[in-house]
């Protein structure tokens, strides 16, 4: 056990000025203690903010959805707002985890925490991540979950989280609060390809502190659903995912958003499947052409070259269940 101080945070102006001072900042706190027990992290300060005012969701006067960080997995899922507007949000949380994680952990922890590969939690090996300029064992090890899209020579590790694929497909914004005032940040931007520098993850300034991630206004009717392809059914990550919201007016596609999960070292945002949409009228053979563009780029390793083509089909699969030809 590696000794920490703990403090709880009253205010977000505490709270800021504890985390300028090194503490990190612990809400449902299940990402951040299994580190801690793994020595993976070794943080010596904790700063519980989960006391914060941040878990609201409301529909700002603009109409976009505003999720405030603390809000849970469990609840965001189950608010009728989320449910109505942006089912992709809802479907995604409820795949994720099991129902007690979901009852604890908060949206802001879901988007921040790391990699679960096993090189990166297992201290005695190779991993850039954890320990710049050490390698990557993962390159030439066993690497049948790693990403295909968005990696490095430093770096092939997955994002596990499900809801930021949502997220990323949905175009939204992540809103923060930091020893300069308030910011936002595009999702597309806040979450960082590892490049050269993979131990730095998220577009975070020291003390900066996520307050809510927003969904922009999106047309109406807009169709949406999140698809899940993984080893088995309960508790367990993404070998493939995507994230669709489809908008249809006069049965022709006027808007497409789309994402994938499990392949990319961010969420990764198709823009050629969602381009190869726009303007045309739903069918089997416009689902299939489209999702023949969503490995472009794809660089695959030993173990894992099978989720090109599960990444095709998956998001294929998936048109044809929000465009309604399934």
């Known amino acids: 056990m590696y000794p920490f101080t703990f403090t709880k945070a009253a205010t977000a102006r505490e709270a800021i000025d504890a985390g300028r001072r090194g503490g990190r900042y612990i809400a449902g706190g299940t990402t951040l203690v299994d580190l801690m027990r793994e020595t993976v992290e070794r943080p010596e300060a904790l700063v519980d903010i989960a006391a914060l005012p941040l878990d609201e969701i409301t529909v700002t006067g603009r109409g976009a959805l505003r999720i405030g960080a603390l809000a849970r997995m469990a609840e965001t899922a189950a608010h009728p707002q989320v449910r109505t507007r942006y089912p992709v949000i809802s479907q995604a949380l409820e795949l994720s985890a099991s129902a007690q994680l979901r009852n ?132 367990e990550f993404a070998l493939t995912s995507a994230a669709v919201a489809l908008h249809l007016r006069g049965g022709v596609i006027r808007e497409a958003k789309i994402a994938a999960g499990g392949v990319g070292t961010v969420p990764w945002k198709l823009p050629a499947v969602e381009r190869h949409l726009i303007g045309q009228r739903p069918s089997d053979a416009l689902w299939a052409s489209a999702a023949a563009l969503a490995a472009d780029g794809a660089r695959p390793l030993a173990h894992n070259r099978f989720k090109v083509e599960l990444l095709k089909r998956t998001v294929e699969r998936q048109l044809r269940i929000v465009g309604g030809t399934a």
């Open 104 to 235: 604890m952990a908060t949206i802001g922890g879901n988007i921040m925490q790391r990699t679960r590969c096993t090189y990166f939690r297992d201290v005695s090996a190779a991993c850039n991540k954890r320990r710049p300029g050490s390698g990557c064992a993962a390159l030439q090890g066993i690497n049948r979950s790693h990403a295909i899209l968005g990696t490095s020579d430093q770096c092939v590790a997955t994002h596990p989280s499900d809801v930021a694929v949502a997220f990323a497909a949905l175009e939204a914004t992540v809103h923060l609060l930091g020893p300069d005032g308030e910011r936002t940040v595009a999702f597309a931007d806040f979450l960082l390809q590892p490049g050269s520098t993979p131990d730095r993850e998220h577009n975070l300034r020291p003390g900066e502190l996520i307050t809510a991630v927003e969904i922009p206004v999106h047309p109406r009717p807009l169709k949406s659903g999140y698809l899940k392809v993984r080893d088995r059914q309960s508790y």
